[in-house]
Every structure is written in C-alpha cells, then in structure tokens.
C-alpha cells in the first residue's frame, strides 16, 4: 500500500513539473525583446508591430486595428483590450 502512495506522489510530481516547464516556457515566449535582453535592448518598429499582432491572433480578448499614418507614413498601431477581462486584472491587482 505504501509503494501505491509512493507511485502517486511521484506521478503528481512529475506531472506538476511538466506543466511548470510548459508555464515557463509560454512566458518566455510572450516576453519581448526588452524583457528578454534584461532591459537593455528596446524593439523596432517592425518588431513591436509584429508582436502585437501576434498577441491579437492569439487572445481573443485582444483587438488590433491601425488608428491613423504616423509623419513616416506607418500605421499607427491600436491594441483594444475586452473591458471584462480588463476589469478582471484591475480588481485582483487591489
């Protein structure tokens, strides 16, 4: 009997592991470059364009849509954040 509780905890611990590495690795691959170069190196243009697109193809809580031509004639990027899930992150950082 105690060897069945052995292989249990072991299995779960194991298991809590897997998804602990999947977690970290989902951070790191939602971290831009800023973050990635510990702060030391800040994105491009292109680069910050692409993240946020990415970002809104993956979450549906995320909208990309372009607001306007900046003077170097490039869009102008607007980011629009569901108001549900917004409220959500500002009820749990009080």
């Known amino acids: 009997m105690k060897n ?4 249990l905890f072991l299995w779960s611990l194991s298991l809590s592991g897997a998804v602990c590495a999947q977690k970290s690795q989902d951070s790191l691959l939602w971290q831009t470059k800023f973050e990635k170069s510990y702060f030391k190196e800040t994105t491009t243009y292109e680069e910050c364009i692409s993240f946020s697109k990415q970002l809104a193809t993956e979450s549906e809580l995320i909208h990309y849509q372009e607001m306007g031509k900046s003077p170097q004639n490039r869009p102008i990027p607007l980011l629009i954040v569901e108001y549900g899930y917004l409220s959500k992150i500002f ?4």
Do not use: E, N, V
């Open 4 to 7: 069945h509780y052995l292989f």
């Open 91 to 94: 009820a749990f950082a009080r």
